[in-house]
C-alpha cells in the first residue's frame, strides 16, 4: 500500500510537469503560450498559444500584459492586396463554446509592444491574459529561436 501511494505521488509529480505549460481558469484551457526572439533593435515581439473554450457559453479575449513590454494587443493578420498585413482587434477576440483557437505566426497573435525586455531564446517570461468571463490567468511563454513558426509544438496530451 506504502509503496503504491509513492509510486503514485511520483507519477503524479511527473504529470505536473509535463503540463507546466498548460493553463486552465474557470472554462478556457490555454496551451503552450510561447513567443520568439526578436532581430536586434526591435520593438515588438509575438505571443502564440492555443486557447480552448470548454463551456458552454462564449467567452472573449480582451487583453492582457507581460513583463517583456509595455504594451498589448491581440492581433489579426490578413492578405490585403498581396501585402501581409496585421491589425489590432480592438474588442478582443470571441472564442466560442466548444471552440479552439490557434495563435500562430502569420494568423491571429498576440502582439507585445514598447519591448523594455526583449525576449530572448531559452528564458521564458510572465504575462497575464485576460478574459471576459473568465477572468484573469498568470501564464509563461516559452521563447523560441528567432523565425521558429511552432511547428515542432503539434503535441498532444
Ligand atoms: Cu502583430
Not at 509503496?3 to 503524479?12: E, Q, R, S, V, Y
Not at 463554446?97 to 494568423?107: I, L
Not at 528564458?123 to 484573469?136: D, H
Request: glycine share 14%; hydrophobic share 40%; charged share 20%.
Amino acid at each position: 500500500m506504502r509503496f503504491a501511494a509513492i509510486i503514485g505521488a511520483a507519477l503524479f509529480a511527473l504529470t505536473s510537469i509535463a503540463s507546466a505549460d498548460d493553463y486552465t481558469v474557470g472554462s478556457i484551457h490555454i496551451e503552450h503560450p510561447w513567443s520568439r526572439a526578436t532581430p536586434k533593435g526591435a520593438n515588438v515581439a509575438g505571443g502564440y498559444l492555443v486557447i480552448e473554450n470548454k463551456g458552454t457559453a462564449p467567452d472573449r479575449l480582451v487583453g492582457g500584459s507581460s513583463e517583456i513590454a509595455d504594451r498589448f494587443q491581440i492581433h489579426q493578420m490578413t492578405m490585403n492586396g498581396g501585402t501581409m498585413t496585421m491589425r489590432p482587434l480592438e474588442g478582443g477576440l470571441e472564442i466560442a463554446p466548444g471552440e479552439s483557437v490557434k495563435f500562430e505566426p502569420g494568423g491571429y497573435h498576440l502582439m507585445f509592444l514598447d519591448l523594455k525586455a526583449p525576449p530572448v531564446e531559452g528564458k521564458p517570461f510572465k504575462g497575464t491574459l485576460v478574459f471576459e468571463k473568465a477572468g484573469k490567468v498568470d501564464v509563461e511563454f516559452a521563447v523560441e529561436r528567432m523565425g521558429a513558426m511552432g511547428g515542432m509544438h503539434e503535441h498532444h496530451h
